[in-house]
């Protein structure tokens, strides 16, 4: 999915096994953390002066009572130990202010991994030989679904060497249906879900299974990364996605929901509760994964989940290699193909496809600086900071930082809305380079540098953050190419499914929220 140069807020609900799904208007009981978790703050999260916290995604302010402050100290030096710090805890990491950080687990305890695999012989003999290496004991079983394979035999070569179960498809469904296939009568309390190019690690399953002491997570998924690349190998494609892989969601740990910084994780590799993925298949009257989706299935299983109120983290600290395109034209393909599935999505989820999401101070701010209006871009800048400190003092919250919240609301919003340009309006882009307009040669190239920056910016950010092994020159390129032809495919899948929810921006009126006192 594109990123928004803002995060939409997303209600938190209980767990559909609880009862019944509270409706937008009515309190949620929260569920505290259980002992013997600790918490760490988010890289972003500030304590104001009055000890208020802010952060977390999307952006809020929880202003704490004496209590509540004795708890977050009591956080602070260890884990959960008591029903108030128990409570925080679990707001802190739902709000993404903290992530919380579980005991060590003993061992993950039974656990059947699900591959699908459809002609890919040799990664699927690697896979799957990784997997009965690291499980000297047997615990976990590995299902293979063959989703017709050209060649069956190899595949059933492969899983009677490994002793793994095979179950054969003759007709090719894609991942979704696959999956379904392997799900059918696993009884163990745990489930990973794993792609047939991937090279797990020894202890990915015990490291992410420590996150189900956690009753109400119904999901975990480790980091993607590509495979490593030799540094100055051949393929520029290849050191592209070792930097910016389209499944890495970084380095930042997170709780996955709509609106959120990580608004999902893929089904590449992914540990899932057996319990979560019954709850929303018997509260959506569907299949596990939506078979009517050929690419997008595991973003519409992760926001089914969410929708039922369970948690899904993201740990980055376990890290999975996948391997992916190694030319330039494999990997621009596969973003399109990714980009496809914005229009299915949109019908099933409307309310979380906001490619966009702008705030009016900092995009009329931006929008002065494109227009080269120094002046009206000063006194905006100016007027959205004193309606933030405003907003600030009216909730009783100290505004330390509403200067450095402007400025980063405005950064943030320019770059949002150049990826959003180069995704969606290239053609346009383009034109602006092409024939500004204008009157003068100064109005000319003033316009050209407007578009310029914004093809142009998001793409060097991203170099600069991520440092890869890799000219800038070539990397910007390949950034720009990428998001085009995910643009292009995101346009395929809405006019195949007659939407415009996927390209359509939105507005929100408030820059954070306040929480209630705790």
């Not at 079983?141 to 498809?169: F, M, N």
């Not at 299949?287 to 299935?297: H, T």
């Not at 900092?362 to 080269?372: E, I, Y």
Request: net charge positive; proline share 9%; glycine share 10%.
């Amino acid at each position: 999915m594109s990123q928004s140069a803002t995060s939409r807020s997303s209600a938190a609900r209980a767990p559909g096994r609880a009862g019944p799904v509270p409706g937008p208007g009515n309190a949620v009981p929260v569920t505290p953390l259980p002992s013997g978790f600790r918490i760490e703050f988010d890289q972003g999260t500030k304590q104001l002066g009055d000890g208020s916290l802010f952060g977390g995604s999307p952006a809020r302010v929880l202003k704490l009572t004496p209590a509540g402050q004795a708890a977050l100290a009591e956080l602070r030096a260890g884990p959960v130990s008591s029903a108030a710090s128990a409570t925080l805890a679990r707001r802190l990491t739902d709000a993404g202010l903290a992530h919380p950080v579980p005991p060590p687990a003993a061992a993950a305890g039974d656990v059947t991994v699900v591959i699908p695999v459809r002609d890919r012989p040799a990664m699927l003999d690697r896979c799957v030989g990784s997997l009965t290496a690291h499980n000297a004991n047997g615990q976990h079983g590995v299902i293979v679904v063959d989703d017709g394979s050209s060649d069956p035999a190899a595949a059933r070569a492969i899983a009677t060497r490994h002793a793994a179960i095979l179950r054969r498809r003759d007709v090719s469904g894609g991942p979704g249906p696959a999956r379904n296939t392997g799900l059918a009568g696993i009884t163990t309390s745990l489930i990973a879900f794993l792609d047939s190019d991937c090279l797990p690690p020894a202890d990915w399953i015990a490291a992410l299974a420590s996150h189900f002491a956690d009753p109400m997570v119904a999901a975990v998924a480790p980091r993607i990364v590509a495979p490593r690349v030799p540094p100055g190998a051949p393929s520029s494609a290849a050191r592209y996605t070792a930097a910016r892989g389209s499944l890495d969601l970084g380095g930042s740990p997170a709780r996955v929901q709509p609106g959120g910084r990580v608004s999902y994780v893929p089904t590449a590799a992914l540990l899932v509760r057996r319990e979560a993925l019954e709850s929303v298949a018997r509260h959506g009257g569907t299949e596990i994964f939506d078979p009517g989706l050929r690419y997008g299935e595991d973003v519409d299983l992760i926001w089914r989940l969410d929708e039922e109120g369970w948690r899904i983290r993201y740990d980055p600290s376990v890290q999975v290699p996948h391997d992916g395109p190694t030319s330039w034209l494999g990997l621009l393909e596969r973003r399109f193909r990714y980009g496809t599935s914005a229009g299915p999505l949109a019908r099933r989820h409307p309310a979380n496809m906001a490619p966009l999401v702008l705030q009016p101070w900092p995009t009329v701010a931006v929008a002065a600086l494109l227009a080269r209006r120094p002046a009206v871009a000063a006194v905006t800048t100016t007027a959205g900071w004193l309606h933030l400190t405003d907003a600030v003092r009216r909730a009783g919250v100290p505004a330390d930082g509403a200067p450095a919240a402007t400025l980063t609301a405005i950064r943030q919003t320019w770059l949002g809305i150049g990826r959003y340009a180069t995704q969606f309006v290239a053609p346009g882009l383009a034109l602006a380079l092409a024939h500004p307009g204008g009157t003068t040669r100064a109005r000319r190239w003033g316009r050209r540098a407007a578009a310029a920056s914004l093809l142009l910016g998001p793409a060097l950010t991203s170099y600069a953050q991520s440092k890869p092994d890799l000219d800038p020159v070539r990397f910007t390129l390949g950034q720009i190419a990428d998001d085009i032809c995910y643009g292009a495919g995101v346009w395929t899948g809405c006019v195949r499914s007659r939407t415009l929810a996927p390209v359509r921006p939105a507005v929100s009126w408030r820059m954070f929220r306040v929480g209630g006192k705790d």
